[in-house]
């Protein structure tokens, strides 16, 4: 029983964790200081924790799925282990994948910012679909905590 309550608390840290940082800290961040390229280099700084706590807690999920799940159906068991896998998925695809290249066209752009610069399009490109993902992974959380 308690067991199944750290579950449930693990999940809903997560899917929080998601929530807060990117439709709330990020945004309030662009919105309230003047300055963007602080407010993306802060908020670059909270979306690596997230991906750092996000790789965590599907550890931790996996471990609970192996021993606080004793009651749960197979079908059960796999279908959110299939959701753990994909949140975490989408983790490793968008903070290691596309981070990096996001990352250089910052470097590269020098003081400006990369919104002044020729990499402009390339990095609104990859903030659409690094964006996209992130929603995906949103969604996938509410899942989780719903299959909880």
Do not use: N
Not at 5 to 34: D, H, I, M, N, Q
Not at 78 to 83: F, G, P, Q
Not at 116 to 126: D, H, P, V
């Amino acid at each position: 029983m308690m067991l199944a309550k750290v579950r449930l608390l693990v999940a809903v840290a997560w899917a929080g964790s998601l929530w807060t940082v990117g439709y709330l800290v990020a945004p309030t961040l662009f919105a309230t200081l003047s300055d963007r390229v602080l407010a993306g280099t802060i908020a670059g700084a909270m979306f690596h924790s997230e991906a750092m706590l996000s790789l965590g807690c599907a550890l931790a999920l996996l471990v609970l799925l192996k021993f606080a799940t004793p009651d749960w159906t197979p079908a059960r068991r796999r279908t959110v282990l299939a959701l753990v896998a994909a949140i975490a998925l989408c983790t490793v695809v968008s903070h290691f994948g596309l981070q990096p290249m996001m990352a250089e066209l910052r470097a590269a752009a020098g003081p400006g910012g990369v919104m002044e610069s020729a990499a402009k399009s390339r990095f609104g490109m990859l903030h659409g679909i690094s964006s996209v993902i992130y929603l995906v992974q949103s969604f996938l959380a509410g899942w989780l905590i719903l299959k909880q």
